[in-house]
T-cell receptor, first 113, second 110 residues
Framework: NAGVTQTPKFQVLKTGQSMTLQCAQD?????MSWYRQDPGMGLRLIHY???????DQGEVPNGYNVSRSTTEDFPLRLLSAAPSQTSVYFC????????????FGPGTRLLVL | SQQGEEDPQALSIQEGENATMNCSYK?????LQWYRQNSGRGLVHLIL?????REKHSGRLRVTLDTSKKSSSLLITASRAADTASYFC??????????FGAGTTVTVRA
């Protein structure tokens, strides 16, 4: 199993540009989520999904969209990038519920100029 | 807002020594999880302890949970250079919200 994969590993955007961060898992996990990690802030939940076709907002959802058309994929879209979205983004999945062990991807480092 | 807060923020120890870090939280939890993050990498799950458990072990790791004090501790015994990493606690509330603390950075000196 590849586990949780994320692409790209690193991206530079200009303010106002849009892009999609890809996340895929091959463990047949129902729950998937996106976090951002900023220095001294820990991880903050952006959006999460409890299964295909179902998504919900986390702690810091503004400026981001998600969709879940399949169990495997959970892309995160930045609609109009802002410097405040410079961060490291992690995707995670868990098997049965939001409460259980989270499996994390390697992260995407995003720089918005 | 962060539910869990780790203490200390940073810890430097000699190889072979024990490292202890603490996590305090504010509201009732379903379980508490500890994760490790090596520099530039994703988080790796270490241990999950449920609210009705008081202590769990995994290799050189020992986690305790005191729900009356709303705190948990992670002990790494006989530390190695490979234990150099950031350690995060994540609390899972009964409404299923998972919240990470800011982490403890551990440096193990050779």
């Amino acid at each position: 199993n590849a586990g949780v994969t994320q692409t790209p590993k690193f991206q530079v955007l200009k303010t106002g540009q849009s892009m999609t961060l890809q996340c895929a898992q091959d463990m047949n996990h129902e729950y998937m989520s996106w976090y951002r990690q900023d220095p001294g802030m820990g991880l903050r939940l952006i959006h999460y999904s409890v299964g295909a076709g179902i998504t919900d907002q986390g702690e810091v959802p503004n400026g981001y969209n998600v969709s879940r058309s399949t169990t495997e994929d959970f892309p995160l879209r930045l609609l109009s990038a802002a410097p405040s979205q410079t961060s490291v983004y992690f995707c995670a999945s868990s098997q049965d519920s939001y409460q259980e062990t989270q499996y994390f991807g390697p992260g995407t480092r995003l720089l918005v100029l | 807002s962060q539910q869990g807060e780790e203490d200390p923020q940073a810890l430097s120890i000699q190889e072979g020594e024990n490292a202890t870090m603490n996590c305090s939280y504010k509201t009732s939890i379903n379980n508490l999880q500890w994760y490790r993050q090596n520099s530039g990498r994703g988080l790796v799950h270490l241990i999950l302890i449920r609210s009705n458990e008081r202590e769990k072990h995994s290799g050189r790791l020992r986690v305790t949970l005191d729900t009356s004090k709303k705190s948990s501790s992670l002990l790494i015994t006989a530390s190695r250079a490979a234990d150099t990493a950031s350690y995060f606690c994540a609390t899972v509330r009964w409404d299923y919200k998972l919240s990470f603390g800011a982490g403890t950075t551990v440096t193990v000196r050779a």
